[in-house]
């Protein structure tokens, strides 16, 4: 069975900074693509950031400049470094990775289960 776990959410004032970790677990073959996803009350899940297996990156408008995403593809790990937070940060933050597992056909999109992160004013 596959698990993505998320860790480092939790309650920070206005300016402040975290550190966001997921790590994939299970009879993994291969990752393409992982990111992290957010979902403030009231609203719709949208993309925080993404990266590659090769590296290359992709931000939301509202995050670029305050958040970098990275990866250890030999940890199964990807990270979300959060600097200069803001209140309209606060939501749940989600890992998402495609990922193939052993003796699977095909590539599945795997979500974490999430953790919260909290931006006081």
């Known amino acids: 069975q596959v698990q993505l776990v998320e860790s480092g959410g939790g309650l920070v004032q206005a300016g402040g900074s975290l550190r966001l970790s997921c790590a994939a677990s299970?009879?993994?073959?291969?990752?393409?693509?992982m990111g992290w996803y957010r979902q403030a009350p009231g609203k719709e899940r949208e993309l925080v950031a993404v990266?590659?297996?090769?590296?290359?990156?992709n931000y939301a408008e509202s995050v670029k400049g305050r958040f970098t995403i990275s990866r250890d593809n030999a940890k199964k790990t990807v990270y979300l470094q959060m600097n200069s937070l803001k209140p309209e940060d606060t939501a749940v933050y989600y890992c998402?990775?495609?990922?193939?597992?052993?003796?699977?056909?095909?590539?599945?999109?795997?979500w974490g289960q999430g953790t919260q992160v909290t931006v006081s004013s």
């Open positions: 998402n990775a495609d990922l193939k597992i052993y003796l699977a056909s095909a590539y599945v999109n795997q």
């Open positions: 299970g009879s993994i073959f291969n990752i393409n693509a």
């Open positions: 990266i590659t297996k090769g590296g290359n990156t």
